[in-house]
């Protein structure tokens, strides 16, 4: 699966679609009956009717005698098409590629170009989080990439193209330096858990929590089995075990490993680590509210695309 999609594409550049690369083909004649000949037109890899793909050419010219058929003819660079019912100089006739098969070219040499620049300690293929996504990062500095290259295939002088990769070009750099930080990656406050919210209709929230987690990995998940307010509401919690993460296993409507009482101060979440709830005095936690909080060992060793290499000194 590549990083980015066609979708992406307009997301960064709507106007991308004005750069369809198919060129026109004009001074159609009669070759023979209704076996049209337009001569000096450019190699043809593929040819369009007003729009419809025409498919594959024919072996030979020889070959060119139904409506819609169509064959190239390299050592005179001729194109010939067959119709009988609409001479082709009043129809709109364009040799190119595919518009979607050439966006989808595009975003492959995106790809790989971005995938070149990467920093070497950084994956050679980029991972998926664990939505099955690629991060947005890599999806928008692909996307500005492939319109780029676009562009500049029909504009080679443009100065929109030279804005678009721009951006791309300080993603990049920010990739490498280690300033942007991607999913999969251990940061130093792993340790501490991030915070993420599933479903959350109430007021009372999560919005903190305290210590350090000294095991390896988890995705705890913290539910409210109780309504309520500060002092009535309860929260439960699921940790790992040895088949399911934390979270995993509240989704699975497995029993809670502890339920407590919502207070407003630092309490019990994974051992070595505490969370705050909080809100205003009348606010209240929804029944079913859900958070998942996902920790990495804070022994665990970071993922510091900003490291400095070793290097060997001579003395000259």
Same mark, same amino acid.
């Given at each position: 699966m590549a990083y980015c999609t066609n979708r992406d594409l307009k997301d960064v550049f709507p106007s991308i679609d004005e750069f369809d690369t198919k060129t026109p083909i004009y001074g159609w004649v009669v070759h023979s009956s209704n076996l049209y000949r337009a001569d000096n037109c450019g190699l043809v890899t593929q040819l369009f009717? &007003?729009? @419809? $793909?025409?498919?594959?050419?024919?072996?030979n010219s020889g070959e060119v005698g139904s409506n819609g058929e169509w064959y190239y003819e390299s050592t005179l660079d001729a194109v010939y098409y067959y119709n009988s019912s609409t001479n082709p100089n009043d129809m709109l006739m364009e040799s190119g590629d595919d518009w979607a098969t050439l966006k989808t070219r595009y975003i492959s040499n995106a790809e790989k170009y971005l995938d070149s620049r990467l920093d070497g300690r950084l994956? =050679?293929? @980029?991972?998926?989080d664990k $939505?099955? %996504?690629? $991060?947005y #990062?890599? +999806? =928008? /500095?692909?996307?500005?990439l492939a319109c780029s290259f676009l562009l500049r295939a029909s504009q080679p002088v443009s100065e929109v193209a030279d804005a678009l990769f721009d951006e791309a070009e300080k993603n990049i750099f920010s990739l490498n330096e280690g300033t942007t930080k991607l999913s999969w990656q251990v940061t130093g406050d792993a340790g501490k858990g991030v915070i993420r919210e599933i479903s959350v209709s109430?007021?009372? =929230? #999560? +919005?903190d929590t305290r210590g350090d987690y000294y095991d390896i990995y988890d995705r705890v998940g913290v539910k409210v089995t109780t309504a309520g307010a500060l002092g009535t509401a309860k929260y439960s919690v699921w940790l790992k075990d040895g088949d399911n993460l934390g979270a995993e296993r509240? %989704? &699975?409507?497995? /029993?809670? $490993?502890y339920i407590d009482t919502v207070n407003g101060q630092y309490q019990t979440l994974v051992s070595g680590v505490q969370l705050r709830f909080a809100g205003d005095t009348a606010d209240t936690a929804t029944l079913n509210d859900k958070w998942e #909080?996902?920790?990495?060992?804070? &022994?665990?060793?970071?993922d510091d695309s900003g490291m400095p290499y070793s290097i060997n000194m /001579?003395? =000259?």
């Amino acid at each position: 699966m590549a990083y980015c999609t066609n979708r992406d594409l307009k997301d960064v550049f709507p106007s991308i679609d004005e750069f369809d690369t198919k060129t026109p083909i004009y001074g159609w004649v009669v070759h023979s009956s209704n076996l049209y000949r337009a001569d000096n037109c450019g190699l043809v890899t593929q040819l369009f009717a &007003n729009g @419809q $793909d025409l498919g594959s050419a024919e072996a030979n010219s020889g070959e060119v005698g139904s409506n819609g058929e169509w064959y190239y003819e390299s050592t005179l660079d001729a194109v010939y098409y067959y119709n009988s019912s609409t001479n082709p100089n009043d129809m709109l006739m364009e040799s190119g590629d595919d518009w979607a098969t050439l966006k989808t070219r595009y975003i492959s040499n995106a790809e790989k170009y971005l995938d070149s620049r990467l920093d070497g300690r950084l994956p =050679r293929k @980029q991972f998926k989080d664990k $939505d099955g %996504n690629y $991060d947005y #990062i890599l +999806v =928008r /500095t692909t996307a500005l990439l492939a319109c780029s290259f676009l562009l500049r295939a029909s504009q080679p002088v443009s100065e929109v193209a030279d804005a678009l990769f721009d951006e791309a070009e300080k993603n990049i750099f920010s990739l490498n330096e280690g300033t942007t930080k991607l999913s999969w990656q251990v940061t130093g406050d792993a340790g501490k858990g991030v915070i993420r919210e599933i479903s959350v209709s109430g007021s009372l =929230r #999560i +919005v903190d929590t305290r210590g350090d987690y000294y095991d390896i990995y988890d995705r705890v998940g913290v539910k409210v089995t109780t309504a309520g307010a500060l002092g009535t509401a309860k929260y439960s919690v699921w940790l790992k075990d040895g088949d399911n993460l934390g979270a995993e296993r509240m %989704n &699975n409507s497995e /029993t809670a $490993d502890y339920i407590d009482t919502v207070n407003g101060q630092y309490q019990t979440l994974v051992s070595g680590v505490q969370l705050r709830f909080a809100g205003d005095t009348a606010d209240t936690a929804t029944l079913n509210d859900k958070w998942e #909080i996902e920790f990495h060992g804070k &022994n665990e060793a970071l993922d510091d695309s900003g490291m400095p290499y070793s290097i060997n000194m /001579t003395r =000259r």
